[in-house]
C-alpha cells in the first residue's frame, strides 16, 4: 500500500487548506484513516482519525476548524482546514491501517504566515 499526500502550501492566517491522501494498491479492509503533522522543532502529533465505521476524533487544538473526510470509491482520505493559524504550520502526515497494518505517506509542508 502506498500513500500520497498532497495540497500543502503557504497560506494566510485565517485561510483554507484541503489536503488529500490518496492510498493506492492492493487494498481489501481499511480500518482506519489519520492525519500528524509535526510542526518545526518538535514531535509528530496526532491531528485527527476516522475509523471504518465513520467516526471521528479530532484533536482539540483543531477541533472545529479540522474535518477529516474520505471517500471510499477513491481510497482516498482528506483533511479540511479551515481558519489557519500560525501554529498549524507543520509538515502534515497521512497514515493508514489496512487489514491491521499501519502504512505512511510522505509529508507535505503547511506553512500558515501571520
Known amino acids: 500500500v502506498q500513500l500520497q499526500a498532497y495540497g500543502g502550501g503557504l497560506v494566510q492566517a485565517g485561510g483554507s487548506l484541503r489536503l488529500p491522501c490518496a492510498a493506492s494498491?492492493?487494498?481489501?479492509?481499511?480500518?482506519?484513516w489519520a492525519w500528524y503533522r509535526q510542526p518545526p522543532g518538535k514531535q509528530r502529533e496526532l491531528v485527527a482519525t476516522?475509523?471504518?465505521?465513520?467516526?471521528?476524533t479530532v484533536a482539540d487544538s483543531v477541533k472545529g476548524r479540522f474535518t477529516i473526510s474520505r471517500d471510499n470509491a477513491k481510497n482516498t482520505a482528506y483533511l479540511q482546514m479551515n481558519s489557519l493559524k500560525p501554529e498549524d504550520t507543520a509538515v502534515y502526515y497521512c497514515?493508514?491501517?489496512?487489514?491491521?497494518?499501519?502504512?505512511w505517506g510522505q509529508g507535505t509542508l503547511v506553512t500558515v504566515s501571520s
Open positions: 476516522m475509523d471504518n465505521g465513520g467516526r471521528t
Open positions: 497514515n493508514l491501517v489496512e487489514m491491521l497494518r499501519g502504512y
Open positions: 494498491g492492493r487494498i481489501f479492509n481499511i480500518n482506519l
